[in-house]
Every structure is written in C-alpha cells, then in structure tokens.
C-alpha cells in the first residue's frame, strides 16, 4: 500500500493527485456557494456540485496520505502538513454537510437560506482558504531556495565557459562542489547535502538530530533545500547549527 501512495510510473503520486485536490475542491466550494445564494441555479447544477465537492475531498485525502508516504523519504515540511490536517478535516465537514444540503433541498423551490445553507457556506469559505494556505506552503516547500541556487549555478556555468583553457584544465575550484560530488557521499558514513546553494557535511549530525536520523538519511547526496526550509524555514538556531557544518558551495 506504501508503494502506491509513494509512486506510480516513477512519479511521486502526491505531485499527481494534488492537483485534484487544489482544482476541483475549490471550484466546487465556490459553486456550491453561489448555488446556495442563488436558488435558481440550484435545480441545474446541485448535483454535478455535490459530485464535485466529495471528489475533491477524497482528492484531499489522498493527498495527505501519499504526501505523508513522501515526507518518510525527503522530510515534513511543517507547516505544509498542519495546513493539510486541517484541510482533510474541513474538507470532511464540508462534505457532510453538502450532502445534507442536497438531501433536505432536493426538489424544493424556497429561496430561503437555511441556517445549514449558511453554515455550509462558512465551511466552504474554510475550505478555499485553508486549500490556498496548504497550497501556498506546499510550493515554498518545494521552490524555496531553488531559484538561488539556479542562479548560482547559472552565474558558475557562464564563469567557466568564459575561462581560458589553462584555467578549465582544474576540474573543479576548491570548495565547489556539484551534484555528481554530492552523490558520492549519499550514505550514512558520508552524507553530504546541498542547501540554499551551500554544501554540507551532515555525517556527524545524523544520530544528533532531534527530529531522528532518518530525516537527515534523507538529505544525503542530494539537495536537500525543499525539505530543511520547509521544516525550518526562518528559524535561526537550525540554520546557525547547519553552518557548522559547511564545506563549500554548490554549483
């Protein structure tokens, strides 16, 4: 069950389904809102709506579920999975609350909102903002730090197309190392990891994390800049204990 919520054809399922998740969710919660403020519309479209909002909260679920198959190999992103708590949670209320809706409201013509239309609109104000936040921290998780590094990289690449031959004859400047350096150490015994464009040695560190050496076992010989920002992205004291182990730059 692992396996299926980790990958599907190489590709990490939580990239797949969260797009589910993000679109037809919130696209249901707001027709579901104007459906419950404009009665006249209820009778075309209260069913395609209610079909939407509960494939959007499985979507939900799913995602949670095979973000959290995700985080056991590259690490929580803190904030990113507290959001998708309480995303599954508002998403099942919301749901609930929907099919109560259409149930009580299916073939009745009053243009009288009902307390449950009104408290099902309060859930579906949650929804949408709680699926922007999870979203949101989601991305930072992933892009944050990368387009420095990429800038970094880019800044290398073009410093050594433009040196001369004795100089490219010197495979790699003190202190700079690249990926295939990284893989070289992507074990326990030698972890190095990239972060935020700087190269660590982390090796020492494993067995001293707080948050368990398979977090930093995670990080080894790879970048690791999505998984130490999104779990500690500006908090001082990881970052000031990161830089104690430092050996070089990035490229």
């Known amino acids: ?22 679109v037809i ?12 403020y404009m009665p006249k519309l209820k009778s075309q479209y209260s069913f395609i709506t209610t079909v ?12 949670k579920q095979s973000g959290e198959a995700l985080a056991e190999k590259i690490g929580t992103p803190v904030k990113h999975a507290d959001y998708a708590s309480l ?16 149930r009580s409201t299916k073939g009745r013509r009053s243009r009288v909102v009902t307390p449950l239309g ?18 949101h921290t989601g991305a930072q998780a992933v892009w944050e730090g990368k387009l420095a590094a990429l800038n970094a990289s880019t800044t290398t690449s073009t410093s050594t197309s433009k040196a001369t031959p004795a100089a490219t004859a010197t495979s790699k400047v003190a202190g700079t190392y690249n990926s295939a350096d990284l893989k070289k150490h992507a074990t326990a015994t030698s972890c190095w990891s990239a972060i935020n464009g700087n190269v660590y040695d982390l090796t020492k560190w494993i067995n001293r994390h707080p948050g368990g050496a ?7 010989g790879r970048d690791g800049t999505a998984g130490f920002n999104g779990q500690h992205g500006g908090q001082s004291r990881p970052a000031s204990e990161l830089a104690a182990f430092k050996i ?3 490229a």
């Open 25 to 36: 969710l919130p696209l249901a919660a707001t027709a579901l809102i104007a459906l419950i």
């Open 52 to 63: 939407g909002i509960v494939l959007g909260s499985a979507a939900v679920l799913v995602a």
């Open 118 to 135: 009104h408290s099902t609109v309060i859930a579906a104000i949650a929804v949408l903002g709680l699926t922007f936040l999870t979203g």
């Open 87 to 102: 995303l599954t949670f508002a998403a099942f209320i919301l749901m609930v609350l929907t099919l109560i809706w259409y």
């Open 214 to 220: 398979s977090v930093i076992k995670g990080l080894c």
């Open 1 to 22: 069950m692992e396996s299926l919520l980790y990958t599907i054809s190489g590709l990490p399922v939580h990239a797949l389904i969260v797009h589910f998740a993000v």
């Open 248 to 250: 070089g730059k990035f």
